[in-house]
């Protein structure tokens, strides 16, 4: 399975993972699934970490660097396709973190891990 976290399943998954379903859990520790994370996740941690609306135990620097050093998550980076599908979707969600991870997807294939019921209506692949 190829799986894009949305940005709550990315620190989740680092900070805090009995916080995850055990099914979502299950699948993000599985050596044959291909775990994503979007450069759109990095900006949204980011943006909510220097507010203070994370609660992170670490710099989103180190967080990053254990994603793809210590779990080998790779990196989704922001494409111009991504870009130009988000004025194809239907305006079902307002967070424009949210519309673009559907966008990426979407445009790459990929199961949208999120628990977000929201986006479950959009024609992507969901996983939670």
């Known amino acids: 399975m190829r799986l894009l976290l949305d940005t709550h399943a990315f620190i989740w998954a680092i900070e805090r993972p009995a916080r995850l379903p055990k099914v979502v859990r299950r699948e ?13 996740s990095i900006w949204e941690a980011g943006t909510k970490a220097r507010l203070g609306r994370l ?10 660097h254990d994603a793809l050093h210590e779990l080998d998550f790779g ?10 599908r988000v004025a194809d979707l239907p305006p079902l969600h307002g967070d424009p973190f949210d519309r673009m991870l559907v966008s990426q997807a979407i445009e790459e294939r990929l199961t949208l891990v999120t628990r977000d019921p929201a986006l479950h209506a959009y024609p992507v692949d969901h996983l939670w």
């Open 55 to 64: 609660g992170l135990t670490r710099p989103i620097k180190e967080l990053v």
């Open 28 to 40: 993000v520790e599985d050596a044959s699934n291909s775990v994503t994370v979007s450069v759109v």
């Open 75 to 84: 990196i989704l980076d922001l494409r111009v396709d991504h870009a130009l």
